[in-house]
């Protein structure tokens, strides 16, 4: 009954260094998504995956680098840490319906990222 | 500015009282979702609206979609402290494309007892 399962919960990190935010989901889902989420401005989309080996950028993509080797797995890597990258991740998986696109959003518990 | 703009940004009410939120946009969707989300949590999806002028009912909970399907509501009806938290709304503009789905910044509900 794991659904989608984020680690870690908590980072910090310094100024300029590299980290990988892992994700997981066992529903097998073909839709994988990042979004941060910032006091007052809801979660914005960072990077997406349609399947195995395609992705996407979203809204905020830059800083980010994401790859999808496997339908279970979606990792978002930051290349070159920034305070303005402080902020709660989250990592979703969703089911789609034939020409609507993505329906419905399962989320992971988050990882709440402080960049010093 | 956001594309899913939510009102009222923060309600809180006593035990009892009914409540609407309200999620208004100038781009029309396919569909709408709401979702609650609890401090520390993810957002976890209450319904998904599809049909211009849909009702939905959740318990005490009733989801509506605009007949432009250009925003939709929430109502709650004798709301207790179990339903405080964060509700949004998301979906994916149809001028974008399937896989873009936005969210708007939320609506923070606290029931007092």
């Known amino acids: 009954n794991a659904g989608v399962t984020q680690t870690p919960k908590f980072q910090v990190l310094k100024t300029g260094q590299s980290m990988t935010l892992q994700c997981a989901q066992d529903?097998?889902?073909?839709?994988m998504s990042w979004y941060r989420q910032d006091p007052g401005m809801g979660l914005r989309l960072i990077h997406y995956?349609?399947?195995?080996?395609?992705?996407d950028q979203g809204e905020v993509p830059n800083g980010y680098n994401v790859s999808r080797s496997t339908t279970e797995d979606f990792p978002l890597r930051l290349l070159s840490a920034a305070p303005s990258q402080t902020s709660v991740y989250f990592c979703?998986?969703?089911?789609?319906?034939?020409?609507?696109?993505?329906?419905?959003?399962?989320f992971g518990q988050g990882t709440r990222l402080t960049v010093v | 500015t956001q594309l899913l703009e939510q009102s009222p940004q923060f309600l809180s009410i006593q035990e009892g009282e009914n409540l609407t939120v309200y999620c208004n946009s100038s781009?029309?969707?396919?569909?709408l979702q709401w979702y609650r989300q609890e401090p520390g949590e993810g957002p976890v999806l209450l319904v998904t609206?599809?049909?211009?002028?849909e009702v939905k009912k959740l318990k005490r909970l009733t989801f509506q979609f605009g007949d432009a399907r250009k925003d939709s509501s929430l109502h709650i009806t004798a709301a207790q402290p179990g339903d405080t938290g964060l509700y949004l709304c998301?979906?994916?503009?149809?001028?974008?494309?399937?896989?873009?789905?936005?969210f708007g910044a939320g609506t923070r509900l606290t029931v007092k007892p």
């Open positions: 609206v599809v049909t211009g002028g």
């Open positions: 995956s349609v399947g195995a080996g395609i992705t």
């Open positions: 979703a998986s969703s089911y789609s319906r034939a020409g609507e696109g993505v329906f419905g959003a399962f």
């Open positions: 998301a979906g994916v503009p149809s001028e974008y494309n399937n896989n873009d789905m936005r």
């Open positions: 529903m097998n889902h073909e839709y």
């Open positions: 781009s029309v969707f396919s569909s």
